[in-house]
């Protein structure tokens, strides 16, 4: 039972995303465990992106781990207790690595075999997948940024990466896909370029305003607006990118399928040296 949506920030705060998590949980009221690891655990954050769960009347706990090394023992009663997992958006690869680091990766693969729903944008949605399009190397995403340390010209020399998520499904997932951000690089056309690296790997690119819903074998695109929407992306026999609508609702397994190869991003230890996880 997975929620992915194309924005964090935005997104997570829409009545309908709430709406939806809480009837995939199959409770009323269901408890919901926050990780806000992407975003450092900013409290500001977490207000922000459980606000429709909240207004539910839903209970919400934290799990706040990037300036704490908890044990599994001391995180696991947190997992059994909750019905849904919302992870915020933010640097996809310093939350992934920092899960793997103490082994929250585990906990969060036991609780979706319980049948927890695991929700969250951007960097939320990514890490549901094999990989993802993130801005994991935007120098404003890394831990203990400060503005007034990089001149105006530098905050827009970056470029987005291939990171590696938790693949508990298959595919490149590519949040805010209709959107482009401090770099002025359309993450749409970016995309495009990434997937021709990594050609193996089939792309399912979310709107800011747009959701994947998957219940088991079934899923449905959740528009929070009407222009919003999800793609699907591959290389096609000439070597070119094919874009196809997908169906509104339909079977997942026939949506994602699994990569016949995965080739990690060569940048990605410049990434980690620029923004360690420990």
């Known amino acids: 039972k997975i929620v992915a949506v194309g924005s964090g920030s935005t997104g997570m705060q829409s009545p309908l995303v709430g709406d939806a998590i809480i009837r995939l949980s199959n409770k009323s009221t269901p408890n919901i465990l926050y990780i806000g690891t992407a975003t450092y655990d900013q409290h500001d954050k977490n207000l922000a992106q459980t606000k429709p769960l ?158 994947l819903i998957i219940d088991g074998d079934d899923y449905k695109v959740l528009s929070i607006n009407d222009d919003s929407t999800i793609v699907k992306k591959y290389i096609g026999e000439d070597g070119e990118v094919v874009c196809e609508d997908i169906p509104a609702e339909g079977n997942i397994h026939e949506l994602l399928q699994p990569a016949t190869e995965i080739v990690q991003d060569p940048r990605l230890s410049t990434a980690r040296i620029e923004n360690p996880s420990s």
Not at 65 to 72: C, F, G, H, P, Q
Not at 121 to 140: E, K, L, N, R, V
Not at 163 to 178: E, F, K, T
Request: glycine residues 8%; hydrophobic residues 40%; proline residues 3%.
């Open 54 to 211: 909240r207004q539910a009347g839903c209970e919400i706990k934290s799990l706040d781990i990037a300036d704490n090394y908890l044990s599994v023992e001391e995180m696991a009663p947190l997992f059994d207790w909750c019905d849904v997992i919302v992870v915020s958006g933010g640097n996809t690869l310093y939350a992934v690595d920092r899960w793997i680091q103490l082994s929250v990766d585990q906990l969060i693969r036991d609780a979706a075999d319980r049948g927890v729903v695991l929700s969250g944008g951007s960097a939320g949605a990514i890490c549901w997948f094999d990989g993802g399009h993130s801005d994991s190397m935007d120098t404003t995403s890394y831990k203990g940024f400060e503005l007034s340390s990089v001149a105006d010209a530098e905050l827009s020399m970056w470029e987005y990466i291939r990171v590696p998520a938790l693949g508990l499904i298959p595919g490149l997932c590519c949040p805010h896909h209709d959107s482009t951000q401090s770099n002025g690089i359309p993450r749409s056309t970016d995309f495009d370029e990434m997937l021709k690296r990594h050609a193996n790997e089939t792309g399912i690119c979310i709107d800011n305003w747009a959701a």
